[in-house]
């Protein structure tokens, strides 16, 4: 079975920093280009981030250039998505996701994913 576990959410200060990682497993990692979507409450999720199946060459959502960095570690099966700066709008359940047919045209689209993980709720408050 595919599985992704998404982990390290909980709450944090304004200007704060979380890891987040996403443990995968029951596929060929490399394979799969991996990204990470938010959802706020009442909300429709958002794209945040992907990053390509191997090289590392990653793309970000404007509101989370320059504060939010992507990688992934091939030989852990293992995504990342380290925030910095975070502020009170990057509130919500970050959810990393994962397909192999995924291209840069389709990479912001929450429907091209087959694969998610359970979600790990990330709040920033003071």
């Known amino acids: 079975d595919v599985q992704l576990q998404a982990s390290g959410g909980g709450l944090v200060q304004p200007g704060g920093s979380l890891r987040l990682s996403c443990v995968a497993s029951?596929?060929?990692?490399?394979?799969?280009?991996m990204s990470w979507f938010r959802q706020a409450s009442g909300e429709g999720p958002e794209w945040v981030s992907s990053?390509?199946?191997?090289?590392?060459?990653?793309a970000y959502a404007d509101s989370v250039k320059g504060r939010f960095t992507t990688s992934r570690d091939n030989a852990k099966n293992t995504l990342y998505l380290q925030m910095n700066s975070l502020k009170p709008e990057d509130t919500a359940v970050y959810y990393c996701?994962?397909?192999?047919?995924?291209?840069?045209?389709?990479?912001?689209?929450?429907?091209?994913?087959?694969?998610w993980g359970q979600g790990t709720l990330v709040t920033v408050s003071s």
């Open positions: 996701a994962g397909d192999p047919t995924v291209i840069t045209s389709t990479m912001r689209l929450s429907s091209a994913y087959r694969y």
């Open positions: 990053i390509a199946r191997v090289g590392g060459t990653a």
């Open positions: 029951g596929f060929t990692f490399s394979n799969y280009t």
